[in-house]
């Protein structure tokens, strides 16, 4: 059968846009930088919302909803925001079309021009803050948990599906607290949601840190940071947690009174996951014949397909399917049987490898005779001939065996591509020869970033949590570091 | 302790905005007609999410995302719906801002205007037949049965919290079919889940029935649609279900290959229902101490509230109470144990009622020797003492008791409310009187439809499904008429 995919040695690029338009993940749209999420790709995204959903009520958050529309005025309030955000905005001007003069389309109506244009959100730190002013008096009313579930703009020039594009879905957590303490807990209590979320439901390794002061959120005080590595080399950011300080508590006025009667400014913090996360999904483990998706995170788990010519022996497949079928979901396994009659079983196999479904059964008459189902694995593409019986008990622990495969895989890949370098020259080098992540010194001045940045298209993704105090010295400065930093090239 | 809520008699509108600020379900915000779902309100509407996706996930349904803005030339494709929505669209022209040349505030930037004008969807028919374009060629390719979860924008003048918002969240179902009848079956599916939905859910019985031709959705052939009757005698539509046969596929030039290999256009439907919902839940059963809500749809069902005055006391209720949560929860109760120290029980009992939690639970010394609870009921406002044994199965039972009485209650008075009427002076005289729901001739005319509508404020709500074959005459024209119609004043 003819590849359907480009490989990801002639062009990971290709390799990966093929793979979102032919898994039916998603495909652009007749609008500028705007995807349609199709089924497939939008029910990977709902089992990813559900999983932090739930992560989030657990750590104590409740869901609201905030206005799509921004008034123009709020962005000038907190001066930061407004140059991080300013310049890829979608606004509203107007209220109303009206028909052609020639009678033909529709035109603007100059009639209905807005007094103030409107910024669709590209992020709601400002019309929330504007709201939580008129919920906070006191420490009583603190702290405000919040998250909500949403559309955001950004207008992007260059746009990918799912790593970059205008419009994208994603939850903003906003929240409130009468302590800067406080406030930093939330902070890292979210990051390592994040961290939990990518590592256990993704199965994709990640490094925990801080931003530096040049690649903060736009309006934070610090900003931290979980970045992937992909098979291309390249890092992911994907997902932050910002501490806010009190800047937006003072650009929006709001204060409370303690509990000595002290009024002061309400600290803040906001954290966010975006569709992004499905282009981190599609890169971590899939391979040239598509998707490969953690069993955790998969529409469909277990895909089962009849081999027959004659229909008398489909009927005897469908009796013993349907029980694979009632026993695997007595398990809370998502499985489907697939005994659609207009496609070959060769159709389907490459249809359900190319849709990443982590295990695959096929039953033959031979299968019938002999008691047993053919097995597939799509992480390892491994096939076993295995019994009937405790098919579904085999079932689940092969699930959980490829959960923890790909995740060990995608860390044995990091790992390998993890490089402690301590020359410029070597750097540069092994960037362009290898990619990957790398810890080297820098003396911690954004002139030395903004050089390499420029000189080689790395960033600092992060200074990690974990790493360990060293004395050295930048590998560009020679000026004295106590410890070394996350470098790559980043999506 | 003073009321909290103006009353119903004295101004029902003002009762119901008091009612969902007070409440905290929702505010306005400072964008213009847009509301903040605030969290207790969005928890309430999760719920309804959750319920109604299974619903259409049941019934064979995905979902899927599309883009939220819709370049112009699209509305100018079918003919009805531009006029429909046409007058009250946000438009975005532009797609930046900068520095404004006082050096201060920002403005928006004339050298990023869009070519092409985008409008923020009211609604998603023509960016989907749009993209369903691609997605069909042949019959194997349909039905196409995909719903969307999103915010849609239109720019109403007159804005009421839930019920008339400039933003609105929904669900917006969009199906493709081979054959005229399986899309008319859809349309007619669609409207009985969303009417199981109102009455076994929402406790609020409806009328399910055809729009005239008047009332239709822009663009539809016919539009189904459920009634509910407010307590303040008007109507509320609920949900609409349209019938839209081949226009959109006819506009966008959706073909097909039939299995006999002949060329036509796909048939459409598309269904919705959306926060005005929220609106029609709280007025169904509402009263003037607060909330009163369907324990089905309650974010808590139980509330527990101790009452003591030393603080060994409170450990000891502490015991008794963390033992009724636990019982409560293996019944999948969701519960509320509020041991708050800064609240006294008063206020809790009144927050609670504002609230519209189903069940209170108050304990107290006395209980405590007793082994007994004093149970309040949130819907009659009744309250016994009863026995801590078995309060597990007890709670059950009462909110299914509480579940249906609501329902029942609701449906009574829609009875209590439905008049059949054959003069246009007793239609009249009754409809200023009592309001409510009238059944009466007519005569089929958009004229006199229109004529009623001008002189009363009342339209036809609906020809309702169940309305038997009666020789009459319409009670204004006095021509002949074969069915009674559904007429009220509505939201």
Known sequence: MAKVLTSRNESYAQWYNDLVIKADLAENSAVR??????????????????VLDDM?????????YFPLFIPKSFFSKEADHVDGFAKECAVVTHYRLKEGEDGKGIEVDPDARLEEEYIVRPTSETIIWNTYKNWIQSYRDLPILVNQWANVVRWEMRTRLFLRTAEFLWQEGHTAHATKEEAITETETMLKVYAKFA??????????????ASERFAGALETLTIEALMQDGKALQSGTSHFLGQNFAKAFDVTFANDKGEVDYVWASSWGVSTRLMGALIMSHSDDNGLVLPPKLAPIQVVIVPIYRKSEDLEKIDLVANKIVDNLKKRGISVKYDNDDKRKPGWKFSEYELKGVPLRFAIGPRDLENGTVEVARRD??????????????????LLDEIQNGIYNKALKYREDNTRSVDSYEDFKRLLDEKGGFFLCHWDGTAETEELIKKETKATIRCIPLDSPEEEGKCMVSGKPSK??????RSY
């Open 483 to 488: 410890r070394r930093v996350l470098f790559a």
């Open 56 to 64: 989030f009520k657990e750590t104590g958050h409740v869901n609201a």
């Open 33 to 50: 930088g705007c995807m349609v999420i199709k089924p497939y790709g939008y029910a990977i995204w709902e089992k990813m919302q559900r």
């Open 199 to 212: 590592e256990n439901w993704m199965a994709m390794p990640v490094v925990q840190g801080h931003k530096t």
């Open 380 to 397: 390892t593409l491994s096939k076993e001939v295995v019994s009937l019986e405790g098919i579904d008990a085999k079932a689940e622990a």
